[in-house]
C-alpha cells in the first residue's frame, strides 16, 4: 500500500503566494530595470563622439562625398554646407559623426554682416561655423531664409520652430530654444577649414561637467 503525506491546503497556498511574489518582485525589478535603462542609456564616449578639437579639418557631412575635406569653391555665400570634424584619436584618424551636435554648419556672409555676439576671431573670410544642434530639445537645425526677421540665411529648428541668427553668433530670434547654438572656432588653412578649438559654448545634450572635463583632456592630448 503506498503511503503519502497528505499536504495542509493552507501551508500550500502559503508556498504559493510567496513563490508568485517572489516572481512578480523579480519581473518587477527587472522590468524596472528595463524602463530605467530605456530613459538614459549608458553612453560611451568613443571616438566617434568626442568634442571637436584644434586641428581637426571639416570634412562633408553628406555620405556621398566619402568624408572628403570640405573645399572652399563650395562654401559660398548664401549656400551652407554641413560637416563634421575630422582629426586623430589615439593615433587614428577619425570622423567625429558619432552625436548630432558635432554636425556643423559652415556659412559665408560678407564680414561686414559678422556681428558680435558673434566671435569674430573665430571666423575667417566671412566663414562661421556653428553646430547644428537646436540648443530647445537637441533637434537639426536646417538653414533657410526667415523673411519676419529679415534674415536670408537663419537656422530654423524644424521641431518647435527656434530660430537663429547666424551673423550675430547664432543668437535666438524666435522660438523656445534658450541659448544660442555653440560656435566653431576656424581658420581657412592650405585651402580648408580647420578647427582651432573646440566649441566656445556649452553645445547641447553635454552637461557642463562633461564638458568641462572632454575640455581637460583636448588640452593635455
Same mark, same amino acid.
Given at each position: 500500500?503506498?503511503?503519502?503525506?497528505?499536504?495542509?491546503? #493552507?501551508?500550500?497556498?502559503?508556498?504559493?503566494? *510567496?513563490?508568485?511574489?517572489?516572481? +512578480?518582485?523579480?519581473?518587477? @525589478?527587472?522590468?524596472?530595470?528595463?524602463?530605467?535603462?530605456?530613459?538614459?542609456?549608458?553612453?560611451?564616449?568613443?571616438?566617434?563622439?568626442?568634442?571637436?578639437?584644434?586641428?581637426?579639418?571639416?570634412?562633408?557631412?553628406?555620405?556621398?562625398?566619402?568624408?572628403?575635406?570640405?573645399?572652399?569653391?563650395?562654401?559660398?555665400?548664401?549656400?551652407?554646407?554641413?560637416?563634421?570634424?575630422?582629426?586623430?584619436?589615439?593615433? *587614428?584618424?577619425?570622423?567625429?559623426?558619432?552625436? *548630432?551636435?558635432?554636425?556643423?554648419?559652415?556659412?559665408?556672409?560678407?564680414?561686414?554682416?559678422?556681428?558680435?555676439? +558673434?566671435?569674430?576671431?573665430?571666423?575667417?573670410?566671412?566663414?562661421?561655423?556653428?553646430?547644428?544642434?537646436?540648443?530647445?530639445?537637441? &533637434? @537639426? %537645425?536646417?538653414?533657410?531664409?526667415?523673411?519676419?526677421?529679415?534674415?536670408? #540665411?537663419?537656422?530654423? &529648428?524644424? &521641431?518647435?520652430?527656434? %530660430?537663429?541668427?547666424? *551673423?550675430?553668433?547664432?543668437?535666438?530670434?524666435?522660438?523656445?530654444?534658450?541659448?544660442?547654438?555653440?560656435?566653431?572656432?576656424?581658420?581657412?588653412?592650405?585651402?580648408?577649414?580647420?578647427?582651432?578649438?573646440?566649441?566656445?559654448?556649452?553645445?547641447?545634450?553635454?552637461? #557642463?561637467?562633461?564638458? @568641462?572635463?572632454?575640455?581637460?583632456?583636448?588640452?593635455?592630448?
Amino acid at each position: 500500500m503506498t503511503k503519502y503525506v497528505r499536504q495542509d491546503p #493552507e501551508l500550500t497556498r502559503r508556498k504559493f503566494i *510567496t513563490a508568485a511574489m517572489g516572481t +512578480t518582485v523579480g519581473v518587477g @525589478a527587472v522590468s524596472l530595470l528595463t524602463i530605467v535603462g530605456a530613459v538614459k542609456p549608458a553612453d560611451t564616449l568613443t571616438p566617434e563622439k568626442r568634442l571637436p578639437s584644434k586641428g581637426d579639418v571639416l570634412v562633408y557631412a553628406d555620405p556621398a562625398k566619402n568624408g572628403a575635406p570640405v573645399a572652399l569653391a563650395d562654401i559660398k555665400e548664401g549656400q551652407v554646407v554641413y560637416a563634421f570634424p575630422k582629426g586623430k584619436v589615439n593615433g *587614428t584618424d577619425v570622423v567625429k559623426n558619432g552625436v *548630432t551636435r558635432n554636425q556643423l554648419i559652415i556659412a559665408k556672409f560678407p564680414p561686414s554682416q559678422l556681428k558680435a555676439p +558673434t566671435n569674430l576671431a573665430a571666423t575667417d573670410q566671412g566663414i562661421v561655423v556653428y553646430s547644428r544642434q537646436c540648443m530647445h530639445l537637441g &533637434c @537639426a %537645425v536646417e538653414v533657410k531664409p526667415y523673411p519676419s526677421k529679415g534674415l536670408q #540665411e537663419a537656422a530654423v &529648428c524644424p &521641431c518647435h520652430g527656434g %530660430v537663429y541668427d547666424l *551673423t550675430q553668433g547664432a543668437k535666438v530670434v524666435d522660438g523656445p530654444p534658450p541659448a544660442p547654438i555653440a560656435q566653431l572656432p576656424i581658420k581657412v588653412v592650405g585651402g580648408q577649414v580647420v578647427a582651432q578649438d573646440t566649441f566656445l559654448s556649452l553645445p547641447y545634450d553635454i552637461t #557642463e561637467s562633461e564638458f @568641462a572635463t572632454q575640455k581637460k583632456e583636448l588640452e593635455k592630448a
